[in-house]
């Protein structure tokens, strides 16, 4: 069989089948109501071997934890075939936090598992008290994979994501200093605790320091432990000595490497 260029339309009549095409898709989204249009997507897509799970940002009027995981979990999966994301500055942070924009897909590989997010978004218009309309926009993630993996997913991957995007909260988390003003308010107020002190730079005998750090390990992995038998989770250490010997450099250095907040109690 021989080809030839000849055999070929013009390219202005294939220009105008594309515009045509175009056009056509175009009225249709117009003009099937989108309930149908959600119930054809839906058909066809148990005809997929694929599984989408629907993340939405709000559930009724309480915000989604796993929405709120999975933006800090994807943040640290953007690459370079992203083309849009979204940059702003936390009040208690000291670091920018990065997240993809609408539209935008990531694929994430958990377990030789490839899961595909897209952050999706659709505008919901609702009647006022004065039947004035009101416009919102919901957010939502699309996550996508191989429905054999559903028990997977569900099971495992997702209740990974929130563990994981708690601890990538608690890295970035900005130390604070919780006082109480006694002679105005008695409201408590906080600042950053921008102290440099951490366990490299405390001198300790190194033994001392290792034991400590042990303990502090050994008390943050025992949560779960202290709820389960009922007792408050809670350690104290006792430090005495003249000033100037290091007792608010330890505290501080105690507060970096856990990341919890100080507590400045005037007990008088």
Known sequence: MRFSYESLPPADKILTAAASAILLKSIASDLIPQQIQTYLSSSLAKLSRQLTVVVDEFDSLTSNQMFD???VYLAA???GATTRIKVNKPPKQQDLAVAIDKNQDIVNIHASIHFKWTLQSATAVTKTAKNESSRSELRYFELSFNRKHKDYVLKVYLPYILARAKEMKEEVKTVRLHTVDYNGTDYWSSVALNH???F??????PEMKKGLMEDL???VNRKDYYRWVGK???????MYGPPGTGKSSLVAAMANYLKFDVYDLDLR
Do not use: C, N, Q, V
């Open 69 to 71: 995981a999975a933006t």
């Open 217 to 219: 390990d050994r008390f």
């Open 196 to 198: 440099p002190a951490t």
């Open 232 to 238: 408050a989770w809670k350690r104290g250490y006792l």
């Open 77 to 79: 999966k953007i690459s």
């Open 200 to 205: 490299k730079t405390m001198a300790m005998e």
